[in-house]
């Protein structure tokens, strides 16, 4: 079982970068595919990027290709979600997620399929 901490969050205005992290504990993060999700004030928690087990895939939901990327640094097990260009609809919370699908090149991006969560961390992006 792994235990997943976000932090990184704040502040920033429009056009601002921000770089959050999930620090895994536990279980290394190259066990699973790594997933990065949003809920925004009166909303349903959404898909942002996802990365596989291989490390070799990942996956954006449109409204951040191009502005966000998601990596990894397996020795210090983190996972991190580089934001650039942030706009004020980017305020949510963000959550890091963990995944073990059977298929290592698999970058989860269906809520339901993970099975660890941690507790967020908030964005805030100023006009």
């Known amino acids: 079982q792994v235990q997943l901490v976000e932090s990184g969050g704040g502040l920033v205005q429009a056009g601002g970068s921000l770089r959050l992290s999930c620090a895994a504990s536990?279980?290394?993060?190259?066990?699973?595919?790594m997933g990065w999700f949003r809920q925004a004030p009166g909303k349903e928690r959404e898909f942002v990027a996802a990365?596989?087990?291989?490390?070799?895939?990942?996956a954006y939901a449109d409204s951040v290709k191009g502005r966000f990327s998601i990596s990894r640094d397996s020795a210090k097990n983190t996972v991190y979600l580089q934001m650039n260009s942030l706009k004020p609809e980017d305020t949510a919370v963000y959550y890091c997620?963990?995944?073990?699908?059977?298929?290592?090149?698999?970058?989860?991006?269906?809520?339901?399929?993970?099975?660890?969560w941690g507790q967020g961390t908030q964005v805030t992006v100023s006009s």
């Open positions: 536990g279980r290394t993060v190259r066990t699973y595919a």
């Open positions: 997620a963990a995944d073990q699908p059977y298929d290592v090149f698999r970058a989860t991006i269906v809520e339901e399929q993970y099975d660890y």
């Open positions: 990365m596989s087990r291989s490390g070799g895939s990942t």
